[in-house]
């Protein structure tokens, strides 16, 4: 997966993470799953703390280019989180050249910033990765980001550009997590991420990813699909909470064994299914 160029010569965001907010049970029952560390994906685990949020502790989920990220207490940010979708651009300029794109759309806003970060050895603080943070209304608990990491950000990690100047994000993966050995783990990438928005959060989501090439439809049962680079995003509008419900993943079925379990319940509010040797969804229900 990696980043090309959209009909209009823009560069086109790949999905690079999804960010879900579990509870409590749920996220302890995914930390000490036996499966999703040994059979599943590549793990890594995160404690961090906020000046906004406190601490907070994540469970990465792997696969060759993507991650989920599993958050167990509140989101960093001002306003309570439920998830969100982050994209990155692989090659070097990308991030202003989507700016220009947004600025030029005239429907979308955003807010820019380089995230600089303190490395040993250095005097001044180095530049990490440009962030793209999309609009999406006023205490919207979903978050839409579009980044594009530095060479200086991939150097310290060890992982390599490649040949063409790139830094895609599975160089990244290898480099913070190992790289992946033949054929022994069933994740290979997120193909598909459902979210419960508003209308109005549905059609900012919508406009933004327009830009970058994403085609709109809607299916039969009304649910309106935004297409891009391997990735389908789905957004079902009423009134409900708005979440990350369901995420799609292909396997590789090479590693499928079919006389494992199928079926893996996270506390009472995250199911994972396996349903064939190509394709798993993990679903979430909001906390009661």
Known sequence: MTSGSAVNGGPVPCLDHVMVL????????????????????????????????????????????????????????????????????????????????????????YHHDVVRRSVEGEDEQQPWYHLISVDLGEGSPLLLFLNEVTPEYFHSLGARPAPDGRLPRKNYL????????????????????????????????????????????????GVRELRGPGLTVRLETGDGPEHVTEIEISLDPEVYDPSMPTEFRFGETSRLVVESAENARWSFTPSP
Do not use: C, W
């Open 174 to 221: 290898d480099a913070a997590l190992g790289a992946v050995a033949g054929g022994n783990r069933l994740m290979r990438d997120v193909v598909g991420v459902t979210l419960s928005v508003t209308a109005e959060r549905g059609r900012r989501l919508a406009d933004a990813l327009s830009v970058f090439g994403y085609a709109a439809a809607e299916t039969a049962s």
């Open 22 to 109: 579990l509870d409590g049970a749920a996220h302890r029952d995914a930390s000490s799953s036996g499966f999703l560390a040994r059979d599943f994906g590549r793990i890594k685990r995160k404690e961090a703390e906020s000046s906004v949020a406190g601490q907070y502790s994540t469970l990465g989920v792997a696969g060759e280019n993507t991650l989920i990220e599993l958050f167990g207490s509140d989101m960093p940010g001002a306003s309570p989180l439920t998830g969100g979708l982050v994209f990155s651009f692989e090659e070097p300029g990308s991030a202003e050249r989507a700016r220009a794109l947004l600025d030029a759309s005239g429907e979308v806003k």
